[in-house]
């Protein structure tokens, strides 16, 4: 099935440059930046990435981007995975960053903007991959933390086309972010969010209503609520769901158990995404084959998830 994954045109619209931080990258720019790792080698370090839970993938997330200093580092990273965009078929990506993973190293914003952005242009005139960048808030931190972000990177708003919200889910609903949300949209900004992958369906209820988002990234717990996935299917709301990262993080326990497929038949606007993919075992096509595999997917759904990643895409060249 790989000759025809690779030649299936796709987007990709859930996936977190820092989470594509693969550890012969993260050894190399320890050793540019001159930083001592925590981990003798690059074995050892992917032992590390076989966490079990989403905060201890975070505290490793965290931990990894520390390696991130430099305008270099982010063009770099940024690179690296559109490299691996082109090699499987993705024409378009929409990727997130979080900005105050970095400042708050002290590490300055426009160095970081300015290293992805240069890659994704670079992408775009040689890769002939399109793409438009999503500025992410950190949702274990205040919505206050979120405004000075926001106005921190104003500047610099031509780089990005939305915000979105990630980070640890339980105890931190959309409804803290409401008013970030509503002046991000007054800048004209797309607006996305985490939700419904460890909370609750409710906390997709809030997305929708109260941060007026356009795409829910996972979702996969709306099932449990009929009357939400009427209104998902009603509405035509893409859902950003990331089959290998949710049986890692324990979202479920085998991929045989993922209802993606399910929700695909039922009518809501499902995508297939990549998330953190040095964490969680596989790009884009690695996680279609998974599918494959292990539900059974054929050819016209691999077809009709694609489409509806070209259909939810933002940009449009």
């Given at each position: 099935?790989?000759?025809?994954?690779?030649?299936?045109?796709?987007?990709?619209?859930?996936?977190?440059?820092?989470?594509?931080?693969?550890?012969?990258?993260?050894?190399?720019?320890?050793?540019r930046?001159?930083?001592?790792?925590p981990?003798?080698?690059?074995?050892?370090?992917?032992?590390?990435?076989?966490?079990?839970n989403?905060?201890?993938?975070l505290?490793?997330?965290?931990q990894?981007?520390?390696?991130?200093r430099?305008?270099?580092?982010?063009?770099?990273?940024?690179?690296a995975?559109?490299c691996?965009?082109?090699?499987?078929?993705?024409v378009?990506?929409?990727?997130?960053?979080?900005?105050?993973?970095?400042?708050?190293?002290g590490?300055?914003?426009q160095?970081?903007?300015?290293?992805?952005?240069?890659?994704?242009?670079?992408?775009?005139?040689q890769?002939?991959?399109?793409?438009?960048?999503?500025?992410?808030?950190?949702?274990?931190?205040?919505?206050?933390?979120?405004?000075?972000?926001?106005?921190?990177?104003?500047?610099?708003?031509?780089s990005?086309?939305?915000?979105?919200?990630?980070s640890?889910?339980?105890?931190?609903?959309?409804?803290?972010?409401?008013?970030?949300?509503a002046?991000?949209?007054?800048?004209?900004?797309?607006?996305?969010?985490h939700?419904?992958?460890?909370?609750?369906?409710?906390?997709?209820w809030e997305?929708?209503?109260?941060?007026?988002?356009?795409?829910?990234?996972?979702?996969?717990?709306?099932?449990?609520?009929?009357?939400?996935?009427?209104r998902?299917?009603?509405?035509?709301?893409?859902?950003t769901?990331?089959?290998?990262?949710n049986v890692?993080?324990r979202?479920?326990?085998?991929?045989?158990?993922?209802?993606?497929?399910?929700?695909?038949?039922?009518g809501?606007?499902?995508?297939?995404?990549?998330?953190?993919?040095?964490?969680?075992g596989?790009?884009l096509n690695e996680?279609?084959?998974?599918?494959?595999?292990?539900?059974?997917?054929?050819?016209?759904?691999?077809?009709?998830?694609?489409q509806?990643?070209?259909?939810?895409?933002?940009?449009?060249?």
């Open positions: 099935m790989d000759n025809w994954l690779n030649a299936l045109a796709k987007a990709e619209l859930h996936l977190h440059l820092e989470g594509a931080l693969e550890p012969e990258l993260l050894f190399q720019l320890a050793e930046n001159r930083i001592s790792l981990w003798a080698d690059i074995d050892s370090l992917r032992q590390a990435y076989a966490c079990h989403l905060q201890e993938f505290d490793l997330y965290y990894g981007a520390n390696v991130l430099e305008e270099q580092d982010f063009y770099d990273l940024t690179w995975y559109l691996k965009c082109q090699a499987q078929g993705v378009h990506c929409e990727p997130f960053f979080d900005p105050q993973t970095h400042t708050e190293r590490i300055p914003l160095r970081v903007i300015a290293g992805i952005s240069q890659a994704l242009a670079d992408g775009r005139r890769l002939g991959i399109s793409s438009g960048l999503i500025l992410s808030f950190l949702r274990h931190l205040s919505e206050e933390q979120a405004f000075a972000t926001l106005a921190e990177a104003m500047p610099w708003r031509d990005f086309i939305g915000v979105g919200l990630d640890s889910e339980l105890g931190h609903p959309p409804s803290k972010f409401q008013r970030v949300f002046k991000a949209r007054s800048e004209g900004l797309h607006a996305v969010a939700a419904g992958e460890e909370g609750p369906p409710a906390y997709i997305a929708l209503d109260l941060l007026k988002v356009e795409r829910i990234d996972h979702g996969v717990r709306a099932m449990e609520d009929p009357r939400l996935v009427q998902l299917v009603d509405e035509q709301i893409p859902l769901v990331c089959p290998l990262s890692k993080l979202v479920f326990d085998d991929m045989r158990q993922h209802t993606i497929l399910s929700m695909l038949e039922c809501l606007k499902v995508t297939v995404n990549s998330d953190d993919p040095a964490y969680f596989g790009y996680n279609f084959q998974a599918l494959h595999d292990s539900l059974g997917m054929s050819q016209a759904q691999a077809r009709q998830l694609a509806n990643s070209l259909d939810a895409r933002f940009v449009r060249n």
